[in-house]
Structures are given as structure tokens and as C-alpha cells.
């Protein structure tokens, strides 16, 4: 529903016009009515999405461009009587798939998460009765009542209310609960209705009843639900440059391949069947079929790596993402903060006590110019300590096995009571001393919360908290050094200087007051008005929820990688640039823009203002959302950090959605590509590392694949240009046991190198930088691949030389045949050993990152050596193969090749990359 129309109908309307609005009362609906309803409104839960059908899910990992490719050649293999080359293609793609699907189905967690925000029961009235009914029978209309640490179960308009504090950081990342009251106040920001409760959000303190107005879909729950599940889901960057990299390198073969048809056809004068299997030889050459399986084995990889950092990816192309990202748009609360509200510093006339210890955590100390002080060596911090703890409804229960305390109450006054226990307070004792006789609740109109405790026989004091502002104009009178006098106009002034100064750091201020009393019966009849005036005024506490201690780093390391951190928040503006400012996100100059500016801003300007250093405050679900959907019109790739509901919309839609995994909404988990383990902003610096590192080493195995393509295709253009007079040194088979046998494993140890010392000194990949680009397609084809099918054939023309050739013709059969195709096999094996050694670094001596590092690269050299060493022994593989037993001599001869290639390229990289070295 519109917002504007339900403040309309439902906040700023007479509760007995919502009644008629609603065709309901105080009373509630019937069980009849509230049945009717159910059927008309349906059930009170969120839908969601449908899921992709198991078998689409499950084939889609089959019918890639690359994938198709090779069902076709495969079946024109198999009709044309190569039904062992055939059958080699296909398994390529069923294992490939399998692996795929296997994979992310194992690291998908789809949870029923929107459902389970909800409460299983609630307590309604029905028929003029209280009755427990399940939440998802709740209907507009229906009259429930709300307690202390219930869910909401739907958006609904209060009844009545006492003392109510609703968090609602779930929907607007707000960190501080909202004082809910009967009273309309429109407030700042979306879900700012002071009479309002909204569904996912949970009462943090207090109680009342409401009357529901939207159930299901149509609360601003469900329809945050609805735009996360109407976000189609974004091709990933490796997707797609994937996708590309197989058209280029299809058209390629396949061009290839139709020339080579026809050159058969008409200069080798094969016949039409020979002339197709040999281009179908040149097209085998040219297509890498290990291309898919190492990738996604190197994805698979970079997954497991990342999981050991705190990191869990869902999809396996969204470990490449991370890698280009160039905007991270941020969650302050939980995300940067640590979700704590913290006191820092205590302020009295006289003094001022700095408060040490993170969070809710019972550590730390009150300290007075750098030296420890307890609450009892200075009458100012004991009294203002004893309002603390004593005017004060929320309890601190001890963390369990290393965990969070569990808080009873609202963070404002458990990081009160964390103060009392630091300040060496034992509040149980002081409670049986100075017993509670009553309560003036906080409301949001006096924002102010008092207690009155028995003081002695004949006394009773008053204890009063709340904003600086409200409780300094009650105040007629100051404690200095233990003593009450009257307040001048000076330091009356001084004191709210001071409140100013906290303020434009963003921390917030209570100030604490009392006044003692005579105890009688007139206690329980006293006013709010004549119990808080004429208060004595003992100072200020200041707090904040504080930056996570290693966002510091985090920050300068996005910086150092030229990656913007924007923070997004529903906080207030002031806060939200306080924080960035402090953890070193932006500078003092950048620009806060609102919810309600961004609102009136066009598309335009917003573009515009996201070019710049800017910070968002006080936004919206769907304005999250519009952020990041700008920021990739302007061409960035957007990382989305969050853990509310709030955040789920721009989570789906970013390049790479980051939930966080300890303190995140399942919904937000459900949205996000990734999910951090341990909330820990510094995970997603490691995890965007880790995703540059990934992209690297698909490069390198791509250079790697890609050189064998041609010392593999060689032989063939060898054999067509002579006109068949050089025999074909190198069969399909042959070339599948290279593509798909022995360099596979290499590769995927390629896969696993460690990330280069400079990686986060770049800036984050161009989007339009491709995968394949010349200096890599130079290396692999003009350089590595010349050399490598130079020795190979250099090896096919030594074993004709020793057995006649020049003066005999060369062997086109036979026994001598079938060891030169043998050599050229083994040949390519062996460069292709010092091209993966080579591959690993791209400007710095292997030697210096370590020869022997890298344990997976040297476990897939000893196996293709001991693969080659099998197909050529094997009776039964050889004829398949066209391979024989080889002497002690052939094999020191290919041992030996790699030692000068690696030295070779040593050479180079001294000589390009010098500097490097150094």
C-alpha cells in the first residue's frame, strides 16, 4: 500500500476511524468475521519466489555454448565411425556438469527464510476474548497484543502502549529501538510512525495491543519480499565473458576446421569422409575441452579457500566477481559498527571520565586522566553511576561459551548497565538498598524515563534520565563535588556547549539528574510534571555504537585496491558521517544526502552526486536498491554488504550481494551471493583478493591451455601443406589425451597459486578487459606454442632421421611410425611442464616465489608423467593411443626439455621485469 495512504488511513486517523476503516473494535473480530476474512486475504505469510525446477536447474549445467559444441562434434565423431573420440567429448561434458551441478547445489543454502521472521503464535482477541492462535491466521482486523520480546506479526496501528520500544534495525538499520506511543508523530525517514508497528520487527521493551491492517504479502515486509524475488538474477561477469571466450574460440575452430575440410578436399585429394574426420582433427585441436571442468575446478577452489577466510559463496562465478568490484555499497550498523551501543565518556561540571572496553562486553574500566577510578572515589560519578543502574529496566545476562550477553531491555540502557558493572557497581545490591516504589515510563513526548526509590526512613529519591535537551530544562540545580547548589546561567550554557561538542562527533548524549524528597503516601499520586522539576543536574553520558576495531585496515586496503566504500544507512546523517569520517570511509567533505533528498533528486543528479564522495542516510528498502541500480548504470561493479530485511532488495540486485552470517536476517542471507561467517567487514577485503587472485590464475591456465593448441594443431598443417607427404604426426586421440589428460591437473594447480604480493595495489579489472587479449593470445600462440610444436616436431623428424630419413621416406606406418607420433605426444607433454612452471608468475622469478610452493602444480606433473608413462606401456591403451614402449634414452631426452625452457623464460622476465626481481 502507498505510504502516504496509509498514514492516511491508519496513523494519522482517530483510532475509532481505523476501527470503521477496518470494520472492527477494541474487541477485535469474531471467530466467524476473522474466518472470513482468512479467505478472503488469505494467510498471513510470505510467498515465495518459485524456485527453478530441479531438472532445469540440473541440465542448464549441460547446455552451455561450449557444451553444445561438444555434443555436436561429439555425435559427428561417433556417425563418423570415431566412436572413441566421440564418447571421450561427452564424458568431457557429463563430468563437467556433474561437477557443476554437485557443486552448487552443495553450496547453496536455500532456507524458507521469509517465513521463518514470522512468530508461530500470537495472542489475539476473538469474540471479545484473548485466544492463541497461529500467526498465519492473523487477518486485518484482528485486535493482538504485543509483550516484551515478541515479533510483530503484522503492520498494524497501536491501541494502547506502555512504555513500548520497537527495534526496527531489521527494516531500517537503525541500531537505536523507536519509542512507540498512541500519539501520531510522522517522525524522520520511512517507518518513523510513532502509532505504527510493521511485521519482522520485534518489541524490544514495554507493551500494548494493535490492530492489524496488512497481513502477509501487503505488509512493508512482504513487499520488500516482493522486490528481492522480482529481481531476476544478474549473469555473473566470468559468465559472460565465458560465454564470449567460447564464441571466439568456436568461430575460430570452426573456420579453421572448414578450410582444413576443403584443403583435404582438393590439395590432399582425401575423400569426403577422411577429408571430415581431419577437419573435425583441426577443430578437436583448436576447442580447449578442459577449458570448462578447469575453471569450474578452480572456482570450486577459490570457494573452499574463501570458506577457510570466513567467507561462504553460494555460486560458484561469484568468487570472479569479487575480483572486479569497484563500489562496495555498505550497511553502517553491524556491518562497519559492531551493532553495540557503547559508552564512551562521562562529563560532570567538574570532570571528565573516559569509558574503556568495547560493546556489551563486562571489560574495561572508568578512568580519570588516564588512571583507574571507581564510582566510590568521586561523589559526581557515584551518583551518576546510581542513576544508571538504578533508573534503568534493562538486565545484562553473562555471554555464554564466548558469546554476545543476551540483553533484556534496549542497547541505550544495557550499555548503561555495562558502564555501572565497569565503574565497579554491584546493581543487584544497590536495588535491595534503595528498592524500586515506581515508575514514570519514557514517552516520546518528554523523552525522559524516571524511577522513585526508597532513600532512607523518611526519604525517597527521585532518578530521572533522558535527552540532554529535555531533562537540562527540569533542572534547577547542580551537584559539584558532592555538593547541591543552584545552576547558573554560565554553566548551564557551558553544559549544553559540551552536549553541542559530543553531538557534532555523533555520539549521543543522556544526561542524568535526581532530587530527594520526603517518603510518603503521596508517592503513588505524584505528577510526571511535579516529580521531574526542580531536578538536580549530575552530567552526561556519551555513546555510540564504535567501528569494529579492524575496519580501520579494511578500509585502507579498498582504498589502497581503488575501491569505494559508499555507506548506506537508515541512520541519521549526522552519525553516518561522524562513523565515515572516523574509520576513514570518506573525508569530512563528502556529501550526506537523505531519504527524503534522495526522493526529490532525478536520475540524473543522482548519477551525478554517486561520481563523487558521498554518504547516504535515513533511506529506504527500495532506495537502497535505486543506489546500486544507478551505480551500475554508471558502470560500476557494485559488492552490496547488509543484514536486514531492509537490505534484501539491493542485496539481489548487486553484482555480488554480502550477507552478514552471525548477526544477518535469513532473508538477507537468502538474497546475498555471500554470506560472511563472522560479520567481519575485513572478510569481504580478503574475499575480494581471493577474487582477484581467481581471475589471475584463470588467465594463467588459459595461456597454459591454450599453448598445446599449437604444437597440437601443427602436426596437421604439416601434413596438409605437404600434401600428405609428411605422415600425421599427431592423431585426435592423442590430442584428447593432451586437452583432457595430462593437462588437466596442472592447470587446476595453476588454479590454486597464490595470489601476487601486488594484487591489492591495482585497481579492480576493467569490465571490458576480456579474458583472452592479445599479450596473452601473443604468449601462448607466438611464443610458448611456437617453441613447444617446434620441439614436438623437432622429435617426430629425429626418430625418421634415426631410422633413414632424409634417404628413406618418412614413416607413415609402422613401428617407426607409431614411436615418432609417440615422441611428438611426450614432446608436448614435457614443454607443456615447463610452460605451467612458467605460467605461474607473470613478472617475478618463480625461483623467488618459491620453485616447489605450489605442492599441486608438481602432484599434476608426476601425473601426467606417470599417465604418458601408462599409455605407453599398456598394450590395450596403446592401439587406442597409436603409442609403443619408449627407450631410456627417449625418455632422458624429454626429461631434459623443460630445464632449458623455464631457464629461457627466466631470462625474459629478468630482462622486462628487472625491477621486480628487486
Given at each position: 500500500m502507498d505510504e502516504n495512504k496509509v498514514r492516511e488511513l491508519y496513523a494519522a486517523n482517530d483510532i475509532s476511524e481505523v476501527y470503521q476503516n477496518l470494520e472492527s473494535s477494541e474487541n477485535g473480530l469474531t471467530s466467524a468475521e476473522a474466518a472470513k476474512r482468512l479467505q478472503k486475504y488469505g494467510t498471513n505469510t510470505i510467498k515465495k519466489a518459485e524456485a527453478e525446477a530441479g531438472w532445469k536447474a540440473f541440465l542448464k549445467n549441460f547446455t552451455s555454448m561450449m557444451a553444445i559444441l561438444l555434443w555436436v562434434a561429439g555425435l559427428i565423431a561417433i556417425l563418423s565411425d570415431s566412436v572413441e573420440l566421440g564418447i571421450a567429448m561427452w564424458l568431457v561434458n557429463i563430468i563437467n556438469g556433474l561437477f557443476s551441478w554437485w557443486q552448487e547445489r552443495a553450496a547453496k543454502r536455500a532456507t524458507d527464510a521469509l517465513n521463518q521472521m514470522l512468530p508461530t503464535y500470537v495472542q489475539v482477541l476473538r469474540d471479545g476474548k484473548k485466544k492463541q492462535i497461529d500467526s498465519k491466521h492473523l487477518v486485518p482486523g484482528d485486535v493482538f497484543i504485543v509483550q516484551a520480546g515478541d515479533a510483530i506479526p503484522a503492520d498494524a496501528r497501536l491501541i494502547s502502549a506502555t512504555s513500548m520500544q520497537i527495534d526496527q534495525s531489521a527494516l531500517t538499520g537503525e541500531s537505536v529501538p523507536e519509542s512507540k506511543v498512541l500519539k501520531y508523530d510522522p517522525g524522520e525517514g520511512k517507518y518513523a510512525e510513532s502509532n505504527l508497528l510493521y511485521s519482522g520487527t520485534i518489541c524490544s521493551a514495554g507493551n500494548g495491543r494493535a490492530i492489524a491492517y496488512a497481513t502477509g504479502m501487503k505488509t512493508e515486509f512482504g513487499q520488500i519480499a516482493r522486490l528481492t524475488q522480482n529481481e531476476e538474477d544478474t549473469e555473473s561477469p566470468l559468465t559472460a565473458e565465458l560465454s564470449r571466450l567460447t564464441k571466439q574460440i568456436t568461430l575460430i575452430a570452426l573456420t579453421i576446421g572448414v578450410i582444413f575440410f576443403f584443403a583435404a578436399l582438393f590439395?590432399?585429394?582425401?575423400?569426403?569422409?577422411?577429408?571430415?574426420?581431419?577437419?573435425?582433427?583441426?577443430?578437436?585441436?583448436?576447442?580447449?575441452?578442459?577449458?570448462?571442468?578447469?575453471?569450474?575446478?578452480s572456482l570450486a577452489q577459490g570457494v573452499r579457500r574463501m570458506a577457510k577466510k570466513h567467507a561462504l559463496?553460494?555460486?560458484?562465478?561469484?568468487?570472479?566477481?569479487?575480483?572486479?568490484?569497484?563500489?562496495?555499497?555498505?550497511?553502517?550498523?553491524?556491518t562497519l559498527t559492531q551493532n553495540q551501543m557503547t559508552i564512551h565518556y562521562i562529563w560532570t561540571l567538574k570532570n571528565t571520565f573516559k569509558v574503556t572496553g568495547d560493546g556489551y562486553v563486562n571489560n574495561g574500566q572508568i578512568e580519570?586522566?588516564?588512571?583507574?577510578?571507581?564510582?566510590?572515589?568521586?561523589?559526581?560519578?557515584?551518583?551518576?553511576?546510581?542513576?544508571?543502574?538504578?533508573?534503568?529496566?534493562?538486565?545484562?545476562?553473562?555471554?555464554?561459551?564466548?558469546?554476545?550477553?543476551?540483553?533484556?531491555?534496549?542497547p541505550t540502557e544495557a550499555s548503561l548497565v555495562i558502564m555501572s558493572q565497569k565503574a565497579g557497581l554491584d546493581i543487584k545490591r544497590l536495588l535491595v538498598k534503595y528498592p524500586r516504589l515506581r515508575e514514570l515510563p519514557f514517552d516520546s513526548e518528554r523523552k525522559r524515563m524516571s524511577t522513585i526509590h526508597r532513600w532512607n526512613d523518611t526519604e525517597a529519591i527521585i532518578m530521572t534520565k533522558g535527552s540532554f535537551s529535555d531533562t537540562i530544562k527540569q533542572c534547577s540545580q547542580v551537584m559539584v563535588d558532592g555538593k547541591v547548589r543552584p545552576m547558573t546561567a554560565d554553566e548551564r550554557e557551558h553544559a549544553k556547549r559540551v552536549n553541542a561538542d559530543y553531538a557534532a562527533k555523533g555520539l549521543r548524549s543522556m544526561a542524568m539528574a535526581y532530587k530527594i524528597i520526603p517518603k510518603n503516601d503521596d508517592l503513588q499520586k505524584m505528577s510526571i510534571e511535579e516529580a521531574e522539576s526542580d531536578l538536580v543536574f549530575v552530567g552526561l553520558t556519551t555513546m555510540s555504537d564504535p567501528p569494529r576495531p579492524e575496519i580501520y585496515d579494511a578500509v585502507k586496503r579498498c582504498h589502497q585496491a581503488k575501491i569505494r566504500i559508499i555507506m548506506v544507512t537508515g541512520d541519521s546523517k549526522l552519525t553516518a558521517k561522524s562513523v565515515?569520517?572516523?574509520?576513514?570511509?570518506?573525508?569530512?567533505?563528502?556529501?550526506?544526502?537523505?531519504?527524503?533528498?534522495?526522493?526529490?533528486?532525478?536520475?540524473?543528479?543522482?548519477?551525478?552526486?554517486?561520481?563523487?564522495?558521498?554518504?547516504?542516510?535515513?533511506?529506504?528498502?527500495?532506495?537502497?536498491?535505486?543506489?546500486?541500480?544507478?551505480?551500475?548504470?554508471?558502470?560500476?561493479?557494485?559488492?552490496?554488504?547488509?543484514?536486514?530485511?531492509?537490505?534484501?532488495?539491493?542485496?539481489?540486485?548487486?553484482?555480488?550481494?554480502?550477507?552478514?552470517?552471525?548477526?544477518?536476517?535469513?532473508?538477507?542471507?537468502?538474497?546475498?551471493?555471500?554470506?560472511?561467517?563472522?560479520?567481519?567487514f575485513a572478510s569481504i577485503v580478503a574475499a575480494i583478493e581471493e577474487g582477484r587472485a581467481v581471475y589471475a590464475n584463470i588467465r594463467k591456465f588459459l595461456t597454459y591451455i591454450l599453448t598445446s593448441n599449437v604444437p597440437e594443431a601443427f602436426p596437421s598443417i604439416l601434413f596438409l601443406f605437404s600434401g600428405g607427404a609428411i605422415p600425421l604426426p599427431l592423431t585426435i586421440m592423442q590430442i584428447l589425451t593432451i586437452d583432457l589428460g595430462t593437462d588437466m591437473l596442472p592447470a587446476l594447480g595453476l588454479g590454486a597459486e597464490a595470489a601476487d604480493p601486488d594484487v591489492m595495489s591495482q585497481p579492480p579489472r576493467d569490465r571490458n578487459e576480456h579474458l583472452m587479449t592479445r599479450p596473452l593470445l601473443l604468449k601462448a600462440f607466438l611464443?610458448?606454442?611456437?617453441?613447444?610444436?617446434?620441439?614436438?616436431?623437432?622429435?617426430?623428424?629425429?626418430?625418421?632421421?634415426?631410422?633413414?630419413?632424409?634417404?628413406?621416406?618418412?614413416?607413415?606406418?609402422?613401428?617407426?611410425?607409431?614411436?615418432?607420433?609417440?615422441?611428438?605426444?611426450?614432446?608436448?607433454?614435457?614443454?607443456?611442464?615447463?610452460n605451467v612452471i612458467n605460467c605461474r608468475t607473470n613478472k617475478t622469478s618463480v625461483f623467488k616465489k618459491g620453485l616447489f610452493s605450489n605442492k599441486n602444480i608438481w602432484y599434476g606433473i608426476v601425473f601426467e608423467i606417470i599417465l604418458y608413462f601408462i599409455l605407453t606401456v599398456t598394450p590395450g591403451i596403446q592401439s587406442v593411443f597409436n603409442t609403443t614402449t619408449l627407450g631410456w634414452q627417449d625418455w632422458l631426452v624429454l626429461f631434459i626439455l623443460p630445464i632449458p625452457l623455464v631457464l629461457l623464460e627466466e631470462g625474459r622476465k629478468w630482462l622486462v621485469y628487472h625491477k621486480q626481481w628487486n
Open positions: 590439395i590432399v585429394k582425401y575423400p569426403f569422409a577422411k577429408a571430415f574426420i581431419f577437419a573435425l582433427g583441426m577443430i578437436v585441436a583448436f576447442i580447449p575441452e578442459g577449458l570448462l571442468p578447469t575453471v569450474t575446478l559463496v553460494k555460486e560458484l562465478n561469484s568468487v570472479e566477481t569479487l575480483g572486479e568490484t569497484t563500489v562496495i555499497c555498505s550497511d553502517k550498523t553491524g580519570m586522566n588516564g588512571q583507574r577510578i571507581f564510582y566510590e572515589q568521586n561523589p559526581d560519578l557515584h551518583r551518576l553511576v546510581q542513576i544508571a543502574a538504578m533508573d534503568n529496566d534493562t538486565e545484562v545476562e553473562p555471554a555464554k561459551d564466548g558469546g554476545k550477553p543476551k540483553i533484556l531491555g534496549t565515515a569520517v572516523q574509520i576513514g570511509l570518506t573525508s569530512d567533505q563528502a556529501r550526506v544526502i537523505s531519504g527524503n533528498e534522495l526522493e526529490a533528486m532525478s536520475d540524473h543528479e543522482l548519477r551525478e552526486a554517486l561520481k563523487g564522495e558521498v554518504i547516504f542516510a535515513r533511506v529506504a528498502p527500495e532506495q537502497k536498491y535505486k543506489i546500486v541500480k544507478t551505480l551500475q548504470e554508471n558502470g560500476e561493479v557494485v559488492a552490496s554488504t547488509g543484514d536486514g530485511v531492509n537490505d534484501a532488495p539491493a542485496l539481489k540486485k548487486a553484482d555480488i550481494g554480502i550477507a552478514m552470517g552471525m548477526t544477518g536476517t535469513d532473508v538477507a542471507k537468502d538474497a546475498a551471493n555471500m554470506i560472511l561467517t563472522d560479520d567481519n611464443m610458448y606454442g611456437l617453441i613447444s610444436a617446434a620441439i614436438a616436431m623437432g622429435a617426430y623428424f629425429f626418430v625418421n632421421y634415426q631410422n633413414g630419413w632424409p634417404m628413406h621416406a618418412l614413416a607413415a606406418n609402422g613401428f617407426v611410425y607409431i614411436r615418432a607420433t609417440t615422441m611428438v605426444l611426450g614432446a608436448i607433454v614435457f614443454t607443456q611442464i615447463a
